[in-house]
């Protein structure tokens, strides 16, 4: 276990300021109204590679030495991770190898390789990730950047909660949708120094809750191949995230297919934001607590915005 | 005519902010490659009401004394000034009746219900909508405010550009589309006065192209029922609105139904906005006419985001 320090958070704000942006804050009285909250959305899904995750790939990218920096990156993913930090890579002009599950979303797979990344395939399971992952990376020899577990990303996801925090001049609450657990994690690192009476939730897909399930168990518990609309979310904890989950974490919800889209549809249709499945989660857990929730001033991270228009979930196939 | 005054314009600003939001301006690497130009969106669908013409509505709502408002208001509308005068008449609590198109889209009517306003259907053509009008005026007798000739709604939209202006520190050019003339003769009023050398473009659908024939004609030329996909841009300019455009629009461009809907679909795409058809017609014709804005820096008036997600115009039906 390599945890990430808050200075490390520090030092990732100040070093990926010039390659993502300080994402606006957005706020609707029809969801205060329907939730009883102050709900206070941080855009993600506006940096210009669509994701929070641009975020850690940055820090991680931009603090490789020159020797380091010239076998490239490698990293496997569901998606936002593999596009961040082809994004990243593609700034500072070094190689990105990714490898991604075939069932990843055409949305996600076209940004890769806009960006410069090369795409390898796996099947959607993590075994099959990591075994082929094994294979991309002795070949390239590039710097493994783990999508979450990487102390490294874990700091520069934890520099959007020090945004929030900043922005709203403070919170009761912050909830975050919680697959591998590298957001949240940020968000721990960042909170229990700055504001440490801020509450954490963490938001996940019944049918992808193996985090929930962890939690309550009081040790990882991982399954290998989920099935959920929220294709960013069906990664297990690892070592790190699982310090700060099992830390700092005040809760974690769950909500329904059913709910998830619906939650995505209210948040288009109010907010007028382009959000993931993934980012659903966070509006259809306070939908299903709200006397959780209610009367609290709560910041809602939408972590990303890449999705296939073609295949939205609910049109008819 | 009873044109406003550049005074108008900032009475309107401070009467209407307690109640409209000063939305964010948004820019995209991706665009900004695609069409060679500096482009700064004005994210007007993210106001509450989800459209600028919150801002107009807001402005005569509220500049009624307590008389006035008695009776409440009444108007005519596509469906955005509709909305966004219940929306306003809902603030100040009084009533407000509107007559819309059958057509209109099932988001803007459920809108100007949820606001507590009152709708009487017509036919989609401009004479049907003025007799039915002419009916509901007389049985109500709530103070005209229509939905873009009216000098208050003139200068309520003329808001917009002065924080444009105000959020990008100046631009070569401001385009936005082009229906009745509201937003275009505001845009007109305000930078006129406060930065004379931008140009002002007008977009508009091919199929309701009056205002562009208007303009190359000399005179006002109205179609009655013109078939588009951008709903809010099928009416004809009047005496005031045409005053400001035939003065101060530099051009008025065009796109196909075609172009309109890909430019919706690549802005919710890489901007990640829901925005409506209406407002895709400025990208759509700057990426036609790329040699007129190439290297400029450009403000596009996104004007407003309320569609039927369950009939976007790239699905299937």
Same mark, same amino acid.
């Given at each position: 276990?390599? /945890?990430?320090?808050?200075?490390?958070?520090?030092?990732?704000?100040?070093?990926?300021?010039?390659?993502?942006?300080?994402?606006?804050?957005?706020?609707? !009285?029809?969801?205060?109204?329907?939730?009883?909250?102050?709900?206070?959305? &941080?855009?993600?899904?506006?940096?210009?590679? +669509?994701?929070? &995750?641009v975020?850690?790939?940055?820090?991680?990218?931009?603090?490789?030495?020159?020797a380091?920096?010239e076998?490239?990156?490698?990293?496997?993913?569901?998606?936002?991770?593999?596009?961040?930090?082809?994004?990243?890579?593609?700034r500072?002009?070094? *190689?990105?190898?990714v490898?991604?599950?075939r069932?990843? *979303?055409?949305?996600?797979?076209?940004?890769?390789?806009?960006?410069?990344?090369?795409?390898?395939?796996?099947?959607?399971?993590?075994?099959?990730?990591?075994?082929?992952?094994?294979?991309?990376?002795?070949?390239?020899?590039? !710097?493994?950047?783990?999508?979450?577990?990487?102390?490294?990303?874990?700091?520069g996801q +934890?520099?959007?909660?020090a945004?929030?925090?900043?922005?709203?001049? $403070?919170?009761?609450?912050?909830?975050? *949708?919680?697959?591998?657990? $590298?957001?949240?994690?940020?968000?721990?690192?960042?909170?229990?120094?700055?504001? *440490?009476?801020?509450?954490?939730?963490?938001?996940?897909p019944?049918?992808? !809750? !193996?985090?929930?399930?962890?939690?309550?168990? $009081?040790?990882?518990?991982?399954?290998?191949?989920?099935?959920?609309?929220?294709?960013? /979310?069906?990664?297990?904890?690892?070592?790190?995230?699982?310090?700060?989950?099992?830390?700092?974490?005040?809760?974690?919800?769950?909500?329904?297919?059913?709910?998830?889209?619906?939650?995505? &549809?209210i948040?288009?249709?109010?907010?007028?934001?382009?959000?993931?499945?993934?980012?659903?989660?966070?509006?259809?857990?306070?939908? &299903?607590?709200?006397?959780?929730?209610?009367?609290k001033?709560?910041?809602?991270?939408?972590?990303? +915005?890449?999705?296939?228009l073609?295949?939205?979930p609910?049109?008819?196939?």
């Open positions: 276990m390599t /945890l990430p320090t808050f200075q490390d958070m520090l030092d990732a704000h100040k070093r990926i300021a010039p390659h993502v942006r300080r994402t606006p804050v957005m706020t609707s !009285d029809y969801l205060n109204d329907l939730t009883g909250a102050d709900l206070y959305f &941080k855009c993600e899904n506006f940096q210009e590679a +669509g994701a929070f &995750k975020r850690g790939a940055s820090n991680a990218v931009f603090g490789l030495s020159e380091e920096a076998k490239g990156v490698c990293t496997h993913s569901s998606g936002n991770h593999a596009l961040s930090l082809s994004y990243a890579a593609g500072r002009g070094i *190689p990105c190898n490898v991604m599950p069932t990843a *979303p055409q949305a996600k797979k076209d940004a890769v390789r806009r960006y410069g990344g090369t795409i390898t395939e796996c099947e959607p399971s993590t075994s099959s990730r990591e075994a082929v992952f094994a294979e991309v990376q002795a070949a390239t020899g590039g !710097d493994f950047v783990h999508p979450y577990n990487d102390p490294r990303v874990i700091a +934890g520099t959007c909660s945004e929030l925090h900043e922005q709203t001049g $403070g919170l009761d609450a912050v909830i975050a *949708p919680i697959g591998g657990g $590298g957001m949240i994690s940020g968000t721990c690192l960042t909170l229990s120094n700055i504001a *440490p009476g801020t509450e954490i939730f963490a938001a996940e019944e049918q992808a !809750d !193996d985090a929930y399930r962890s939690f309550k168990a $009081g040790h990882i518990i991982a399954d290998d191949a989920p099935v959920t609309v929220a294709d960013g /979310l069906k990664v297990p904890l690892k070592e790190n995230t699982w310090h700060f989950v099992s830390n700092h974490v005040t809760d974690i919800l769950t909500a329904s297919e059913e709910d998830i889209v619906e939650a995505m &549809k948040t288009w249709k109010y907010l007028r934001v382009v959000m993931e499945p993934s980012s659903a989660l966070p509006l259809a857990t306070i939908l &299903k607590n709200k006397d959780t929730f209610a009367g001033r709560v910041g809602v991270i939408i972590t990303g +915005g890449n999705v296939d073609d295949a939205l609910w049109m008819k196939s």
